[in-house]
């Protein structure tokens, strides 16, 4: 059974930088493939990035790309999420999602991912 277990995540002033990280579980050798999104209250859910773990291939917002990372480690089907450049907009909890399957499509959708972790706050403030 996959589980996911995430860290990082915590206050930052706008420009500067966060990592968050998750790991994996119980993940065939094909790896699980990964993706992070993000809700602030009052507001719906959307995504931020996810990689396909089959080819490595990273998917990003729009609103993220070139400010976002992912890093993996292929050891441990694990991924890090560095955040740089941080604006306000980017305050928000921060989700980890994996599923089963090694390969997503453009790992935008919720749909994709069957295992959620518990959230971690990114608060970005002056």
């Known amino acids: 059974q996959v589980q996911v277990v995430q860290s990082g995540g915590g206050m930052a002033q706008p420009g500067n930088s966060l990592t968050l990280t998750c790991a994996a579980s119980?993940?065939?050798?094909?790896?699980?493939?990964m993706g992070w999104f993000r809700r602030v209250p009052g507001k719906r859910r959307e995504w931020v990035a996810g990689?396909?773990?089959?080819?490595?291939?990273?998917f990003y917002d729009i609103s993220v790309k070139g400010r976002f990372t992912i890093s993996r480690d292929n050891t441990k089907n694990a991924m890090s999420l560095h955040m740089d450049n941080l604006s306000i907009d980017d305050t928000a909890v921060y989700f980890c999602?994996?599923?089963?399957?090694?390969?997503?499509?453009?790992?935008?959708?919720?749909?994709?991912?069957?295992?959620w972790g518990q959230g971690t706050q990114v608060t970005v403030s002056a």
């Open positions: 990689v396909s773990w089959n080819t490595g291939r990273t």
């Open positions: 119980g993940c065939s050798a094909s790896g699980c493939a």
């Open positions: 999602a994996a599923t089963p399957r090694s390969a997503c499509g453009d790992c935008m959708g919720p749909w994709e991912f069957e295992v």
